[in-house]
Every structure is written in C-alpha cells, then in structure tokens.
C-alpha cells in the first residue's frame, strides 16, 4: 500500500499542519492542566478542569464489560485531556552551535539539552529499558567515539577508544550489547561489545562498507540489521548476532541505508535513495523481515531519513526537510497517515530515537481550538455534562451531551441495568439522559476527526436513552424520549422497560427517535420497541 497520494492531500488541505513553509512546532496548548494542580478533576486517565469542582460530579455507571464507564456533570468542562504512557523522543540537534544530545516528550513539548559541550554529539539510542543512552562523540580534530550516559545526561562513560572512528551505536534486546560501526580496519565495519566497552569483536569482514547496525528487539531472533556495498549498491543485510547466517533483506537499484526494527521484530524501517530528475530523494519504506510486502511512508522531495518506530509500534519519528531545516516529524502508521512536525529551532535536529516512556498528554478532547495533539482541534470547547469511557488500557471513548447553559441544573443521569436474564452478548451499558433539552450528541471518532454528531434538536428531547458497547466503549444506539407522553414532573416514567429475547435486549418506551451508532434516524415517526443483538445492530420492532 503506497500512501502518498494521502500524505500529499493531508498536506494540501491543511491537516499536516507546518508543513512546506514552516511554522511553530505542534505542541498541545500553552499550559494545559496536570495531576495534582489546582481545581483539576482526576478520573482514570482523564485530567478534567471544571469551571467548578464544588458542584462537579464524576459518576460511575455499571458496566459487566472490559470498559469503565463515567458519567461528567454539575459543572462546566473546560478542559479534558486523557493521559498514557508516551515514548520520549531523544536526539541530536545543533540549535545552539554545536551538536549536543537532547529530548523531549512525543509531541516535541519539553525539550531538555542532556549534553553541552564543544563536541559533535549524535545519533542516540535508547536503551530497551529507557534507563540510559548510547550516542557517539567527536570532538574537533579527533576521531569518534561511543559513549554512554543515564536517561538523565549524568554519568557519562567512553565505551571505545581507538585511533579510528566509532559511530552507529545500537543497544541490543536486552542492552547487555551493543553493536556499532568501525573503521578501524581500514574500511567500515560492523562489530559488538558489552554494555560496558570490553570485547569488542568483529562481525563483518568482507572489505566493503558495513555500516549502520540496528538490533533486532525480539529475543528469540536476536539478529542484526546493517547496510553493505558488498554487492554493488547499498542494500539491507542481516546477521545473527556473531556475524554468521547472512541474508540479504532488500535487492534494488536504489541505495537502502538505515534500518530500524518494529518493535515487535516482525518488520523494519528502511532509508531508500530514490532517483528523482534534479538528482535523488531519500524516502522511508516499512518492509516485512524477508523484505516483501513493502509500503512507502513518506514522500517528500526534500527528503526523510532515520527512521524509529514507537514502542508500540502506531508511529515512525524521522528527519525531515519538508519544513525548510532539519527537523523531527512523527507519522501515523494508521488512517488516515499524518505526519506532524514536532520540533522547532535555530539549527538542525537528527536522528531521532523513541522510548522510556513517561505519562504524557495523549489527546485533548475539549479545550481551545488547535489544542488537541498535533495542532488539531478538539471535538469542542466546553462540555456540561459527557460520558467517559475507558478500560485497563487507558482512554477509549468521550460523548458530549449537549445541553444548554440554563438548563445544567434540570440534568440528571440514570444509569440502566439489564434485566437478570439478559443474554451474556450483547454486553451494554445503557443510561438515562434527562433536562429540560438535549440539544445534540457529540461522539470523539478519533484525533483530527469530525466527531459524529447526532443532531436532537428537531425532536426537542428532555429525556435520551444512550447504549454503548462494553466491548470498545462505542456508542450504539440513542433513543430519544418522546416528552410529550410524560408530565413533565414525573421524571422517573421516562426509564424504559428493558426485557431480553435471544440474543438481544429489547428496549420498551414512548420514543420520537430511534438513532443508531453512525446518527440515522431509523424511526423518524416514533417507536415503541427497540431490540439491540450481539452484534450491536438496533432494530425497530414496533
């Protein structure tokens, strides 16, 4: 699947923003709220902001599903952010002269200078455990050398120290190796040694040029990844960790330099020099471990290089020209593929490198416009009253409630158990929305993304009854009160008899609508019995 037919139409119409021309760096909104600060609501992942928390009411629905379920009232929402543990980018960057070794958080937020000196500080690598990293370092009119050094820029230790240069470092599986690249022997070379510097061994002896080394991450396939001219051009090669069992991985007319492994070990990230009519371009391609099932990441005529997957595998950090300078970008490895720069300065910025997680700010689902990750907008500004949603693994879902400012102190929710012989599937959540209005729905339907919205107002509702999913927190069906059956004190008629037949629940009332999961009307005259399957279909009975 080639992809950049999209990237390029993403780029046209504004959605990869900072693009060709520059721009600041995409950052989340100047001081976004964090655990512990004044006046914010913590619920789960979730860090919430209301414009009060004296009357602010997290409410926790039943759910028997692998999802949590929270329902947000009494105060208005001004900010709502989920947070998850985020790889930290590390990298190297001549912003202020000189290279030095920096990092900073996903979304290029926080950046900290880890060394400053007058040395040429780069290509760093994480170690899998995120405790430490190792770069190589030149100082002027000296060789390289590979150093080491903590997660926080203190003690830094030489591995290697010879008369030629050392450079390329990269940790293996377990950290306890790192391999590198050499030309101590008169031509570039591929070799190993402890975390520590001490035997340092040969891999490549083929007298061409082996270079760039990475580590494959799966421990039952330790193999090593290089770029070799063996063969004519550069291609990507691989090797068991003592330098036997070669295979070549890609065979083309092009140059393949760099590699990067997934971080599962089951795919890699490769530079290719393409020929273009003004000379070449390098782009990044993502290719199988025998080197089939190719896809093309990025295209742009000024060139990407270096890839790094994330350590869940959802993004690939590179360097990029796009912008007018060398500087950091991540791209999405799923729809709809955005890549978004994340780095801003005097200089240049390289070799980008993810891991060592922190808790970092996942998505923005309401605050100010251009707020959420990337420069996006969330799904609103403000929220007086939403459903939550989320399971072990952190955030899931958000719908907002639509209400009218006048009408918060008239909102009440009612959480819907199932009745006792209900099926095992469908697994439901159901609640009761009550005001005086409910104007519409507003479902998040992923980052960047016009959420789906189900428009209430023609149908003037005080009372809707939402069903989500326990098994991925979608929302599955709305069914709108008909309020003109109901007096308007007696709230509590408005619940719904809810029975089971089969494999489904039917749900019994007086509705004026009946919505389903992508916001159509199946019942614009009125409904009496809806019944919702195993496989979260809603069907109008009567």
Request: negative net charge; charged residues 20%.
């Amino acid at each position: 699947m080639i992809r950049d037919c999209c990237v390029m139409a993403l780029l046209a119409t504004g959605l990869v923003l900072a693009g060709c021309g520059g721009g600041s760096p995409l950052a989340p909104a100047p001081d976004p709220p964090t655990a512990g600060d004044a006046g914010v609501v913590e619920v789960g992942p979730m860090l919430i902001r209301p414009a009060s928390t004296a009357g602010f009411t997290a409410q926790h629905l039943d759910s028997r599903g692998n999802c949590a379920f929270v329902a947000l009232s009494g105060a208005r929402i001004d900010y709502m952010a989920s947070q998850a543990l985020l790889d930290r980018i590390v990298f190297g960057s001549n912003r202020d002269g000189h290279y030095d070794i920096w990092v900073s958080n996903m979304d290029g937020s926080g950046a900290v200078q880890l060394t400053n000196n007058n040395a040429a500080e780069w290509r760093p690598q994480w170690s899998h455990d995120g405790t430490r990293i190792v770069f190589d370092r030149r100082w002027p009119g000296q060789d390289a050398e590979i150093m080491a050094m903590s997660a926080a820029g203190s003690s830094i230790t030489a591995l290697t120290n010879d008369a030629t240069d050392d450079v390329d470092p990269t940790w293996s599986h377990d950290s306890r190796r790192i391999a590198f690249q050499t030309d101590r022997d008169a031509n570039w070379e591929i070799y190993s040694m402890f975390a520590n510097g001490s035997s340092q061994t040969n891999l490549t002896t083929a007298g061409c040029a082996d270079r760039a080394p990475s580590y494959s991450p799966y421990s039952g396939n330790p193999e090593i990844a290089f770029a070799s001219n063996r063969y004519g051009d550069f291609e990507v090669f691989t090797m068991g960790p003592d330098g036997s069992g070669l295979g070549q991985l890609t065979i083309n007319a092009e140059d393949d330099m760099r590699s990067a492994w997934h971080p599962e070990g089951w795919r890699l990230a490769v530079d290719r020099e393409l020929p273009t009519a003004s000379g070449s371009d390098w782009e990044l391609f993502t290719m199988n471990t025998s080197g089939t099932s190719e896809d093309r990441v990025s295209n742009d005529p000024d060139g990407d290089y270096c890839g790094a997957w994330s350590s869940d595998g959802n993004w690939i950090a590179y360097t990029s020209h796009r912008s007018g300078a060398y500087r950091l970008w991540v791209e999405e490895l799923d729809e709809p593929y955005r890549a978004y720069r994340v780095s801003d300065g005097p200089g240049d910025d390289w070799h980008p490198h993810l891991g060592s997680p922190t808790m970092q700010t996942e998505r923005v689902l309401i605050g100010p416009a251009g707020s959420d990750w990337g420069g996006l907008d969330p799904i609103w500004s403000a929220a007086y009253a939403g459903i939550v949603v989320y399971d072990r693994d952190g955030y899931r879902n958000f719908v907002r409630i639509g209400i009218l400012t006048d009408d918060l102190g008239s909102l009440h929710i009612t959480p819907l158990l199932e009745p006792a012989s209900a099926p095992s599937t469908p697994e439901l959540a159901g609640v009761l929305i009550e005001a005086n209005e409910i104007v519409n729905l507003r479902e998040d339907v992923g980052r960047g993304c016009e959420p789906t919205v189900w428009d209430l107002d023609p149908l003037n509702p005080g009372a809707v009854v939402l069903y989500f999913s326990t098994d991925d927190g979608r929302l599955v069906s709305a069914l709108t009160v008909d309020d003109s059956t109901y007096p308007s004190a007696a709230a509590s008629a408005r619940a719904p008899t809810v029975t089971s037949e089969g494999d489904a629940i039917v749900v019994q009332g007086v509705f004026s609508g009946v919505f389903d999961a992508r916001g159509r009307n199946l019942a614009p005259a009125g409904a009496a019995r809806v019944a919702i399957d195993d496989t979260s279909a809603v069907t109008v009975l009567d």
